[in-house]
């Protein structure tokens, strides 16, 4: 590593460490511009891919300058679809002020200008003339009628002709005067000509008020729309919704000059939410940061991600507007970045399917869930998925979409090589998170303590752990036992004693096990031999803590022919793993003792004291050894204990687990007095996962405990037996023909 004293003394690490493949795959999947090239972020929890897409996404948010702002204004030609504005970010806000301020004054100026002198003046001037034009038709109807011996008289019913001598009337008899009635006929078909010219005249004098209103409207109203439509004249939609407004505005310009008071009684004051803007997506907020929007939905419903309208209750009835569309996560994300966590995503079914639907389309509504349907909003955005390996392999075998529209799989690694840089790189994260977190420093010695847990957590002496939680936890647990002892830096007990209280934390089935083991409740031998029994070794898992146990494996043969028989398999609590295992055990028998003679052999296998079923294959190796020392009737030494799995030549595999496993009887051992010979069996090939603790290395070093590496099965019977194989084979050879001899008998 670097040469220091402590961690304040080196630079504190940037960006991400040992994740070369994902940091190219990244790369790769920001710099193209297609909608179908999004990403998939895979890798353990831990590994810093949700820090480093962040971090990344944000500098290149930096670079990436077409987010806009997004409004919804009233549609004039059909109220039912809202309208979308795209403006260049920061511009919404203002657009919105803009419109306001424009009603604003407009119904001020308009009401000043209906209410003034020059107004009112053009406005009696009108009525005058209709009365003028009116007075002279009256007159002269009143007239021809004077002239026939009738006067003019109004009543409900219209005018009314009645003869100017009533008293001569009454002395004609009734319907007698032809003449008499057809004059009367004729002022009265002439009475209503008059009356429709005067409806043609009123109808006119409202007409000539229309336009004198419409006239002075203009005047007020036009110089503030070319106002705008000169500021805004690079946005077509704008100068057309602003043309509109106009329009809509001198149709119901009425309601500008009316009072208050009087608007509330007459009209809908709702009549006025048209003019307002619904500033949707608002991308101005800080306008000296330009950036792209990078978005995280963390909850993401199908309302989250792609918006919904509020409502409003007015008489047991749902009431929305285009002003209550609220946006979701895709709006704000548009043309930048929109980061998903695939499990939560995958919750929302509906959500799925709604996000590919607007990759393909590339444009984005808002669910209402009535009757009106706003305008979509095209988007420019690229998502980024981040989830399990096992979820990205469920979503591309089982969605044909996935690979359509997700074509980057960025793959974070859970571990790196353990070269001088990626030790340099630890030492930095280190300095980075004491800096970050106000932690104290780590020492040289300190730093070597979190390497080597690191190492321990990979499980291989030659790779360093990407799950940087997990460190990070001994760091602060490190920095806290620093702190208790008053000390001005972490040395390397303080790493040694988070690490050790964060084992007292999680182990508690372990020690009770332990007690069990102690009680004699868990039959388990370190020292003698005996025949047909073996210690294998398992390892177990609570949570995030796994430990090795010893498990003893008891084998009994005799003649027959059923072959091996699994007695955790017979009650169904053996996985197929290990069913396979015991298979494979019977191939090896066949190859090596029963090519002269059948195999008449009936072996029961059994894990002795397992109540809670077994899988995997680790203990192939150590059943064999138990089979071959009932039939050899050589015993096993019970102080040495084996792990391994083997194929059918009798090969020795490796397995996982190996420093757990190797612990776990050394504590055994230690529990029942350490002997010197006691030790494990353990694949060659499985050297390289040894990270053991101070005390067995110690143990080790001192001939207490020893590990034996090797790659047959002939080689782990000779240790276990201090007896050759040829001899054992000769021996087990021997037994089987026996049994095939008493077998045969039998059958005569």
């Keep these: 590593m670097l040469h220091f004293n402590n961690t304040s003394e080196i630079e504190p690490l940037e960006g991400i460490l040992g994740q070369e493949r994902a940091i190219e795959a990244m790369e790769i999947g920001l710099k193209i511009d297609n909608p179908a090239y999004n990403m998939y972020l895979a890798g353990d929890s831990g590994t810093g891919k949700t820090t480093y897409a962040l971090n990344v996404l944000n500098k290149y948010a930096e670079k990436k300058g077409n987010h806009k702002d997004w409004c919804y204004v009233y549609n004039f030609e059909n109220n039912r679809e809202p309208l979308i504005i795209g403006l260049e970010k920061g511009l919404g806000k203002i657009f919105k002020k803009d419109i306001e301020k424009l009603i604003e004054t407009l119904l001020d100026e308009l009401r000043d200008a209906f209410e003034s002198e020059d107004f009112e003046i053009g406005k009696n001037q009108l009525i005058d003339e209709f009365e003028i034009e009116k007075d002279a038709l009256l007159k002269k109807i009143k007239k021809y009628a004077e002239e026939k011996g009738f006067k003019l008289k109004n009543s409900k019913v219209g005018m009314v002709f009645i003869p100017i001598n009533e008293s001569k009337e009454d002395e004609e008899d009734d319907y007698t005067d032809e003449e008499f009635y057809k004059v009367k006929r004729d002022l009265e078909n002439a009475a209503i000509q008059v009356a429709y010219k005067i409806r043609d005249l009123e109808d006119e004098a409202k007409e000539a008020l229309l336009d004198l209103e419409e006239e002075v409207a203009k005047y007020v109203i036009d110089p503030h729309i070319e106002s705008l439509l000169n500021k805004y004249n690079s946005y077509d939609k704008v100068k057309v919704y602003l043309n509109n407004m106009r329009d809509n505005i001198l149709e119901y310009v009425y309601l500008f000059y009316m009072d208050e008071d009087e608007l509330k009684d007459k009209y809908d004051k709702e009549h006025f939410l048209k003019y307002k803007v619904n500033l949707f997506v608002d991308n101005g907020i800080d306008r000296e940061n330009s950036k792209a929007p990078v978005i995280v939905e963390i909850n993401p419903s199908p309302s989250n991600l792609f918006g919904k309208a509020e409502f409003d209750y007015y008489n047991g009835n749902v009431k929305t507007d285009f002003t209550k569309l609220i946006p979701g996560s895709v709006h704000k994300a548009n043309g930048g970045y929109l980061v998903l966590y695939v499990d939560q995503l995958l919750r929302y079914g509906l959500s799925w399917d709604m996000l590919k639907r607007a990759i393909q389309s590339r444009e984005i509504g808002v669910d209402t869930q009535t009757a009106i349907k706003p305008e979509s909003m095209p988007i420019d955005i690229k998502v980024i998925l981040i989830g399990s390996n096992y979820m990205y392999n469920l979503l591309y075998n089982y969605d044909p979409d996935f690979s359509k529209y997700f074509k980057i799989f960025v793959d974070f ?54 799950q940087f939680n997990k460190i990070l936890e001994v760091i602060v647990e490190g920095s806290a036992c620093a702190q208790i002892r008053g000390v001005d830096y972490v040395e390397r007990l303080d790493v040694q004693k988070a690490i050790l209280e964060r084992k007292k934390r999680l182990n508690r089935i372990e020690n009770k096990m332990d007690e069990s083991l102690e009680n004699g409740f868990t039959l388990i031998e370190t020292h003698g031999s005996r ?51 015991v298979l494979i055990l019977g191939g090896y028998l066949a190859e090596n003792f029963a090519q002269e003679f059948p195999l008449s052999l009936n072996a029961s296998l059994c894990f002795e004291q397992n109540y809670g079923g077994v899988d995997g294959d680790s203990a192939t190796g150590a059943e064999l050894y138990a089979i071959l020392s009932s039939l050899s009737k050589i015993p096993l030494k019970q102080s040495i204990a084996a792990t391994g799995s083997m194929n059918q030549k009798g090969e020795i595999q490796v397995v996982g687990g190996i420093t757990e496993k190797i612990e776990g009887f050394y504590s055994t051992c230690k529990k029942q007095g350490l002997s010197n010979d006691q030790g494990v069996i353990i694949p060659k090939n499985n050297s390289r996962n040894l990270v053991l603790s101070d005390e067995v290395t110690k143990a080790i070093e ?6 034996y590496t090797v790659e ?18 000769r021996l087990v050879i021997e037994r089987l023909k026996s049994f095939y001899e008493l077998q045969s008998s039998f059958k005569k």
Excluded at 435 to 455: C, D, R
Excluded at 702 to 707: L, M, R, S
């Design 413 to 466: 690694d859970n571990e790196m090589d353990k070269t001088e840089n990626n030790e340099d790189g630890i030492a930095r994260f280190i300095a980075c998170q004491c800096n970050k977190n106000n932690l104290k420093h780590f020492t040289y010695e300190a730093v070597e303590e979190v390497i080597k847990f690191s190492t321990r957590i990979c499980g291989d002496k030659y790779k360093l752990s990407t």
């Design 531 to 581: 025949v047909g029994v073996m210690n294998g070794l398992s390892v177990l898992s609570t949570g995030e803590y796994s430990f090795g146990r010893p498990s003893r494996i008891t084998a009994i043969t005799s003649p027959g022919n059923k072959g091996i028989l699994n007695i955790e398999r017979e009650v169904n609590m053996s996985g197929p793993i290990h069913n396979k295992g």
């Design 702 to 707: 001192e001939g207490k405990f020893t590990i």
């Design 712 to 729: 047959t099965v002939e080689e782990a019977i000779e240790i276990l037996t201090d007896v050759k194989f040829d001899e054992i084979k």
